[in-house]
Structure formats: structure tokens, C-alpha cells
């Protein structure tokens, strides 16, 4: 079976060999890369247990698959090319060589401090080389890493490194993104000051030179640990099963939850989505805007192109700084063949004008992509027509977190488009809708809770430390299923549409907010009694938060109120996450066993009182009447 999809012929051909012997499939394309040992059994699962192992007995360091394999033929080709966040600073280039020596160095800098395998290392930083050096320093001696987004606030990187107990962070002194500068190695301080007592070493980085605080039983300069580190270093035998990373991400219940991906399973599946769903040739400028504090940054800028031995850019900025040109500013620059962005940063450079992508020469593109959120019919037909000419593929690729990589999106100029689809399954993917008890919904042009059959290589393991957890959220909702948390409809030809979340999880700007955890944070102001948080269209980030509270007195000034709520929430969270609305209440719609009926906030907030429902059971029906005379007097 080819690893190439080129035709659609191949792209069916795929489908049926993964689906008629999923084994024989992934064996073959597992066969791509270097294994210390074969594995002895391709596949185990028990999805009633939440447990998958692939490539069960092989052996293999994924740094050897990402760099040492390509020294010889592309030792001299650029593997990343780093672009600062003021555009008239230096950017970098490092070849595979180069970066193979920098891993090497930090891998063994960091055995130095007594870093073995399987401990848990944190990474707090910006978008800098020295992050994608890091993790691979961690795979390359089998330490695990745990990079925290660096827009979390101190409170949530100390829940993060508690819940990994992580022994060393590494992080910068300063942050700068778009015209603002954080104090990346305060925050650390900040959290470590909360009682994070794993942590040995805080490793910091030099980057803005700004003001820091030191602690010199603790913290070492990344600069002075690298100092005359060798360029070799022995990759560290790992299993396949072994954990390669955690990364943090919100659910409908509690804290966010630590996805663990494995070494085998992950490694393949994200290379042969990276090569299929962009069609990536050799020589290609790949380059994906996300930050690798989310999971697109670790399997689309990280993994899949090394893996494939492509050449991926990293920016450190934003898409609006100093300008809304910058994107096509850079995608002149280099001359950025696949471009792969968030609906998000599509609506905001479409609302700042057609002016800001005119002028700038982006023929080297020939795939555009985008992630994390549904795409709207306006957004999709102005990335198609004025980023892609109206010539050139686009695909909304579908994915989560715990799928480690795509699964669901078109084939770049392969399969068809249709705007607002992320279209067929990728090979080795069984989608399957069902009904809200389990039911299968057959057939086409229909709609329901989006799940998946069958495992595939880069499925979630467990979640970090609490495998009970993994079970209940993902494998115990429907029985023998993957449950993804979407809602989709699938077209006459069925095609995926993916429609949103269906549990209480919301998607701002294509970050993924859990409302208990917002809840939380916002009935932590002294004014407040409870709380119920739902998400409502907005133009540019695509859900807003819409905050319904009780609060303990009358509230004369909104707007203070307001901002006070939302200083919590950066305090608690971080500056990410923040009301758009608040409406002040004097009760919550509730069942007779006190549960609040989100149902009902979510319509409202949507503007949608057409249909509410049967409220006759709610404890308490009258306050309906009130919620909505009062968020029709907010318009
Ligand atoms: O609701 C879906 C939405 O983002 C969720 C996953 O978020 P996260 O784990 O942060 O990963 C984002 C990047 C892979 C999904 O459950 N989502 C992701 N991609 C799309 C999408 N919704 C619609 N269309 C997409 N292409």
C-alpha cells in the first residue's frame, strides 16, 4: 500500500486496505522509519478499559526518526526557520545538522542536572528554536514533556506542573508577542511560590535580556548549561508504548486534564497525516501559525514535518503586529508554499480589510489549511479567494487534542472541497454519528454526536495520572466508542460537517474553555453568588463567553464589574480568557435536583427563544422569563 496519496483512486484505495486490515495498514507505513526493535504485535485494544497499544515490543527514539535519519541526505536542507516577533529583528535558520547538534547539546546539559528517563519536564516559554530544541532534548533521553501555553496565568502552570510533578521548567526571562512584553520568569516564580515542590531546576533562557528575579540554588541559565555540551548524544532506547509527551487541555468537569500521547502510535500517525492531508514534497515551505503550547504546534509544526524531513517555520508574533499584513508579509518572505492558520485569524485579517493581503506576492502558496474551530462560509470563500486566488486547496482539517492528529479533512487538491466540511475521513479513521443514547445514525444527510469506531495510532492513552478519568470522558460515554465531545452532520455524500461542542466545553478564538473552570474563577469575586457560563456566536472569535451571575447586591456600574470579573479570570486562568457579556441575574434556571439547564442559557444567549424547550420541570420556570427580558434589554 503506498504511503502517497496522489490520486483519488489512492485516497479510496487507503481507506478500504485501513479499514479492511487496520494492522497490515499501519504495519506497512510503521515500516517508514528506524526502529531499535520490530515490534512483535501491531495492535491490542479494550476501548470499555480506555487501554490501545500500537506497535506492541517495538523500540525506537523518535529524535532519531525527526533528525539522525535525514543527516545524511538533508544534513544541509533547513529544518526551521525561525521568524522574531518585530520583523526588522534577525531571524534564524537551523539545518537538520544544526539542530541535531543543539538537541544533543540540551539532551545532554540536561542529563547533566539529573534529568533521566521518564521524568516529567515543563516548558514555559515563547515561540523560540530553543522550545523545539527542548522537547526534542526531552524525547531524545526519554523524559517526558509537559509544555504549558505561555499565556496561562501563574495559577494554571502551577496546577499543571503539580498534577505532572514535573522536575524542571524551563522557560524565558521575558516574553515578547506583538507589542506586548510578559514576565515569563516571574510568573514561574509566582507558580513555584504556590507549592509546586517537584520542581529541581528552573532552566531560563535569555531572550529580551529583561528583568528577572534569580534564585541560585534553583535557577541556571540556559546559555551556561550549554556551555561545552557535545553534539552527540545516544538516543535513549524507548518502548513504543512509552509516554512521549502530556499536554493540558479543558473538559466540561474540573481542572483540565493532562492527554498523554505515546512515542510509536504518534510518531506514525502524525507523519503520514502531515505528508497526505498537505501533500508535502521535498523542498516544500511549510509553515503552521500555531503556538506549541497547543497540540497543533507539537504535531504540525514539531513532529510531522521533521518526521518528514520538511523545512517548518516558527513565528513568535501575532498575526496583527505591527500590522494585519505581517502573515503575508512572511508568506512573501520565505516564500511559504503550504500555510496552515485558525479560522480566528482568518475573520480578524478579513474584518481589518482586503488591503492588508493585497500588494504582497503569495503565488509560492499552494495549500492553505485551517484548525482548532468551525470555519464560516464568509471566512472560507475570502481565505479561498483572496489568500489562495480561488486557485489553490483548502482544508479544514478536523482533530482534537486526543486524536493527536487529523482525522477528519479533505486531501489537499485530492479529494473534493466543500466550504464549511471537513469532508472524509482520513485513512485508518471509522467516524460514526449516534444518537444521545448510543444509537447509530445510518444514512446520509443527517446529524448527531460525533464518534469514532475503531482506534488509530495517535488515539489519547490516558489522561495523566487518573486512567479512570480517560474512561469515563471518552470510552464510557457510548459503549465500545471514541466519543469526540462534537456534534456533526453528514452531507448526501457524506461528508462531515463539524457543527461544535455538545458538552461544556467552548471554543473562543480556537482555544478550548472548559465553563466549570471559568465558572470557578468568576465566583471567586466577593460579589458573587453563582455563576453560569454558555458560549454565543461572535463575529471574530467565533464563540464569545456570555456570562449569566448572581451577584449579593445590587451592581451599579457594569463596566467595573466587569472588568473586575475578568482580572479574575486572568489572575485564574489567564489574559486568554475573558467575558464578552454579562448579565446580571437574580436566579439560575435549575432542575428539582438543583443542576443548572444549560440548554436554556445557550438559547438564550444565541438570541434563539423560538424553541426553549419544556421548562415546566425546572425548580424554578418564572426566572426564565426574567433572564430573557433582561438579555433583550442588553441589545
Ligand atoms: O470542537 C472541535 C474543534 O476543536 C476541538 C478540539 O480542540 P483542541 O483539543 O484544542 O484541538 C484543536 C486543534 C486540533 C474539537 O473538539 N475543532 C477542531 N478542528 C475543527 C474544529 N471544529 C470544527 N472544524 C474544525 N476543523
Known sequence: MSLRIKTLEDYHDAYKASVDNPEKFWEEQAETFTWMKRWDKVLEWDFHMADTFWFIGGKLNITVNCLDRHLETKG????LIWEPNEPGSEGKKLTYQELYNEVCRFANALKNIGVHKGDRICFYMPMVPELMIGILACARIGAIHSVVFAGFSANSLADRIKDATCKVIVCTDQNSRGPKISPIKLIVDEALAMGCDSVEKVIVLSHTGGGISWNNHRDLWWHDIMDKQSTTCEPVMMDSEDPLFILYTSGSTGKPKGVVHTIGGYMVYVWYSFLNVFQYKDGDIYWCTADIGWITGHSYIVY??????????MFEGIPSYPDPSRFWQICEKYKVNIFYTAPTAIRSLMAAGDKYAQGHNLSSLHVLGTVGEPINAEAWHWYHEHIGKGKIPVVDTWWQTETGGILISPIAGITDMKPCYASYPMPGIQPILVDIYGNEIEGNDVEGLLCIKFPWPSIIR??????????EIYFNVFPELYFTGDGARRDEEGRYRIIG???????????RIGTAEVENAINEHPLVVESAVVGYPHDIKGQGLYAFVISRENVHD?????????????ILIGPIVKTDIILIVSGLPK????KIMRRILRKIAEGDLSN????????????????????KSLV
Open 612 to 631: 426553549l424547550g419544556d421548562i415546566s420541570t425546572l425548580f424554578n420556570p418564572e426566572i426564565v422569563d426574567e433572564i430573557i427580558a433582561k438579555s
Open 304 to 313: 510531522g514535518p521533521l518526521l518528514s524531513g520538511a523545512t517548518t517555520v
Open 558 to 570: 457594569l463596566n467595573t464589574f466587569q472588568k473586575e470579573i475578568n482580572e479574575k479570570l486572568t
Open 462 to 471: 490516558t489522561t495523566y495520572g487518573d486512567h479512570g478519568r480517560c474512561r
Open 501 to 511: 461542542r455538545v458538552d461544556d466545553v467552548i471554543n473562543v478564538s480556537g482555544h
Open 591 to 594: 432542575t428539582r435536583s438543583g
Open 76 to 79: 544541509d536542507q533547513t529544518a
